[in-house]
Structure formats: C-alpha cells, structure tokens
C-alpha cells in the first residue's frame, strides 16, 4: 500500500476560475476580523466578511438570536456600514493577506447589485464577488430576490455586464425547486453557486408566548439544516455544472466531505465558529486526516462521488 | 482571547437557584479584570448548541483559579450544574471591556440586582485591593436570593439588602436608600448590573448628583467576539445613536450613553 504523507495531499479547488489553497471558508455574517485572534486567515481558502450594502443599515431588533435544538435562528438584518467604510477599512485589511477576499454584496435591486459589484470588483484586493440573493431578513415576509428564477437571472446577466471577476450566486433554500433558481442564475452567468442561505424560521417562547428573536422570523443555520443542504448540493449538481460552494451546518472534516461527495467543490463554516472558535481549522485537519485514512491525495477526486444506484432513485 | 479546557476544581449549589463554579485557570497565560466574561460550553451536545456567556466572579491570582456564580435559568445552566469537580470544561476569554477604576476614587457605590452581583463582585474585589471602598445595594427576590453578602462584607464593603420579601425593593424604596447613601458618603463612582429598572434608577440619580456611573449589560449572543452583530444596543455618541455591540465594545459602558429601552 502506498503511504500518503501530509506533503502530498492536493487539496487545492477551483470555484469559477478561483483557485483556493484549499476548500475551507468561513460564511458571510459569521466571521470578521476579530476572529484574527484565534484563527490563522492564510491558512483557509478565502475569507468572506460579512454582506455589504450600499449605505448603512442599522439591522433589525433584539433578541437577534436564539437557539433551536441542533441550530440558531439569525435575524441580524444585515446591520453594515456601508460600501464606501467597505472600501476604505474592511477591503485594505484583508488585502493585506494572502488569500483571496470574497466580497459578500446585499443589495434592494438588480440596478444597486450591478452598481456595488462594478465598484468592490474594481479593487484588486478583491478576487470574487458573492451575491447574496437570498437573506430572508431583508423583506418584511423573509421574501429574497433569490426565491424568483427571472429575478436571479436578471440579476446575474446585469451584474456579468459590469465584471470579469468571478461572480458566486448565494442561493436561497426558501423555494419549492432549488433547481430551478440554480439553472436561472448558471445561465445569467453565474461561475459558482453557494447552496445555500439560511432556512426562513420561527421559534415561539411558550411562558411568554412572544417569538424569540425580535424579528419574528430569521434564518435557521446549524447542524440541524445541513440534510437539507446535502440534498439541495445534490439537486443541484443535477442541473448545472458550476462548481458549487457547500453552506449550511458544517460543524466537522465529515460533514464538509459529505458535501463535496454531494457535489460541492467548497464548504463554507458558519455557526460552528461560534461554538468553536478554531473551527475551521480543525475541519481542514479532519478533511486531511480523511484523504489519509482513504488514500486521496486530490480532494477534488471526490467531488460529486456519492454512490447512488440510478434505478433505486427512479424507484421512489 | 483563548478557548481551552480549564479542569473544574469544584461546582456547588449555593443557593435555591444559584450555583459556584471554580475553574483551574493557570493554564490562561491572560490577565482577566473584572466585569470582563467567559463564553462557556455548558454540554459537548448539539443541544444547547451555543456557548452561554458568564461574567467572572472571582479572580484569585495567587491560586490561579477563576470563580462563577450563575443562575439556574434554562437547559444550558442546568447542563452546566452537571458538570462536577475533576471534570473539564470547555471555556472562551476573557472576552469584553471591563471595568474602570481611577486611582483617585475612594468611595463607590455598587448597585445590583440578582445575579449582577456575580459581575460587581469582582469589581468590588479589585477596588479593596486598590485601597477603594465600596457601599453595595443588593436587591432579590426573597433573602434566599441574596448573593455574595458575606464575599463584599470580606472586601469590606458596606452592603444594604433589598428584597421584594421585605417589601423594600420598589424603585421608590430603593431611591430613598440611594440618596441617603449618597448623603453620608462621599461617592466617586456608581456601577451596576443586573436590573433595567435599577439601571434606570442609577441613570437619573447619578445625573443629577453627577457621578461617573458604568454598566455591564447583557444580551444574547451568538459568537461573543464582535463578527455576528447579534448582541447590539444603542449608546448615545452626543446628539446621534450609535449601535455597539455588547461582546466587543462592551459589557461594560458609560451609564449616561447607554439607551435603557
Ligand atoms: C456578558 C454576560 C455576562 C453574564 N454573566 C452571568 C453570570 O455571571 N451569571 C449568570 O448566572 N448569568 C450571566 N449571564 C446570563 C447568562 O448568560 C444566561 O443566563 C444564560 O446564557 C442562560 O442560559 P440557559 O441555557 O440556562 O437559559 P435559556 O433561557 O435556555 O437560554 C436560551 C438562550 O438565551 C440566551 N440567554 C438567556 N438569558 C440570557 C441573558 N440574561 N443574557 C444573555 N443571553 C441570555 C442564552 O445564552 C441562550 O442562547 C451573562 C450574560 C452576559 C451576556
Ligand atoms: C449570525 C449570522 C449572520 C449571517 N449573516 C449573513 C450575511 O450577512 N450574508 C449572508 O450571505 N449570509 C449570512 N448568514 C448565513 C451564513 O452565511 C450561512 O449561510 C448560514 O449560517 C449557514 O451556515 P452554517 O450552518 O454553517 O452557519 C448569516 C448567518 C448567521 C448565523
Ligand atoms: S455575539 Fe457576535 S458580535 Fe457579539
């Protein structure tokens, strides 16, 4: 048997004409630069801070957390600074490392989306641009862009107008076919498709029977969601052949290889920051210790390869 | 910042609700100050899934050990009572902006209500090793409730107990103890944690008399290092509002800026 050590594993991707050092990083609105203190940034694939939009946003009401079993329910509201403190303070500080800067755009129309992009993707700190389409905290009813196929389209055709740079779609898990939106934005001309966003949800307190969180509703992420994602990465492998970013309850090296078995090329660690701060170092190491265990020296020989017998899937 | 294993040198019931941790902290190569907090891992199951932030009760350098007082609330603080000595607990920190002493103060008055006093405690600890002395108002419930008595009156603090038991704790009530207080010593600084109410009470009180006054404040959190803007509230920043968040800008702020909604 032929020992593979460290040295030879490869564990370099692609997501749309980005090539990262390895599948590893962190989720817009769950990471920042103060987790510098506990995390080594040139050691991940990318960073990706927290969406930006055009002016600033104070963010919705408080309680803006609370916990369900096995995940969080998020109604931060995207509470940002806006694109030109963006440009002057966040965009410089991740300049200075070494790996790509993935800005994260939020935007209230297809005309805003077009006008931020052209503006982050002409700084040259900036490697790729992240649309996310799918917050369910902007609209009073968790209602995203990313829920309506021509809207996505629209959106994605107008923003390739305006830049070369490598444009990932944030999908929204909120829709009866994720298919669907992910063919409308590959062929808007999407390079990558992240699967997905937070799931629209609601927690009640039974003593005071008021929801949880302020907002009433927000965005489920955890552990708890990440079935649903593995089967929405599946889905939608289906239908597109643009690398897919895996988000949405990745807490260990297992759960990032189930979704790179299911079709993602990259995984991005959210909540599970929270909870160990360290965390997506320690998922690098276990996805490591994994391509050891089984002999892989490529991780991308593993995208997409689940088994699955075809008649059993027609079957039912 | 430092997340790590801390062994638990003992966990006891203190009272009806509350308990008191003490942790092995001599691994923690960080100076901790008080009203500074730990995110703690209450369970290794998904279920509570997120830390729960505590305050640090006591700091014993010598010993090197860190001490909580918390509060029976809900599933996460019921976990953490399951935990017993010998054991190891999974602990974030110190994390936040603690609280200022200025050399020049002799006098301060600490206000609390419940489990506040886990947060002043520390404060108070810090002040009479300074050679500061402290005049506390603890409020609860019933006289079962009432926490640290013994622990401040061994800083040397004077401490005056409030309970809705002993029908003294209103606002009205509290208010006239306040101004006597303030009558018979000469009070440098106020701080306070625990009660909305209390707070707003020591707002008013502090700005009329004007005495630099600070808060620790909580609110839920989900990472407690400053990158998910869960855990905001609104300071006041002269005539505009400014939203900070609890876990990095505070807990601790200026009394006069923070808006008590
Ligand atoms: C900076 C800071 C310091 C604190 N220091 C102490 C302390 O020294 N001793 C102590 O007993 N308590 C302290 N608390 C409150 C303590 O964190 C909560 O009581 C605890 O998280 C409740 O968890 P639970 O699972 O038992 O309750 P649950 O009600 O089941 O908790 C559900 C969720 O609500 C959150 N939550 C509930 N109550 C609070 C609260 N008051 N503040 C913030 N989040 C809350 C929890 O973190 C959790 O995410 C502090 C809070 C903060 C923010
Ligand atoms: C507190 C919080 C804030 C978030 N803010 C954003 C955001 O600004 N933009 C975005 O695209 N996604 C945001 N998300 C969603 C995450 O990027 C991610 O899609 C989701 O948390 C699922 O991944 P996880 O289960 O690993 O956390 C946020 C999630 C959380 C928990
Ligand atoms: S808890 Fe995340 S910013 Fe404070």
Redesign the interface.
Known sequence: MISTNKTELDLTVSIGGLTLQNPIMPAS???????E??VDFNRLGAVVP?SITKEPR??NA??????T????I?S?GI?SKGIAYYLENIVPYYGRYDIPLISSISADSVEEFAEMSEILASRVEVSALELNISCPNLKGNGLAFGMDPEITYRLLQTVRQVTDKPLIAKLSPNVTSIQEIARAADEGGADSLNVANTILAMSIDVHTRKPKIGNVMGGLS??AVKPIIVRMIYQVRQVSALPIIGCGGV?NGEDAIEMILAGASAVQVG?A??????AMLDILEEIKQYMRQYQITDIKSLVGQVYVQKQKMEEC | MKQGNMRILSNRQVSDRYWHMIVDASGLDAEVYPGQFFNIRCSEETYPLLRRPFSIYRINRSAGTLEFLYLVKGLGTKRLTERKAGETVDIFGPLGTPFTLQEDWKTVLLIARGVGIATLAALAQDAAERGIRAAAILSARSQNDLLATKTLQGFGADVYKVTEEDGNSDVVSVRLLLEKILERHKIDAAFTCGSKRLSRLLQEVTAVHQIPAQIALEEHMGCAMGVCFACVCDVREGETLKTVRVCKEGPVFPLEKVVLA
């Not at chain 1, 609105?29 to 987790?35: I, L, N, R, T, Y």
């Not at chain 1, 920051?273 to 360290?278: A, E, L």
């Open positions: 609105g769950a990471f920042g630069e103060d987790m203190k506990v927290k104070k963010g408080t309680p803006r957390v609370c916990e079993v096995g995940g969080m998020n931060i509470q955890g552990p807490m909540t920051s929270f909870i160990q701060p360290t």
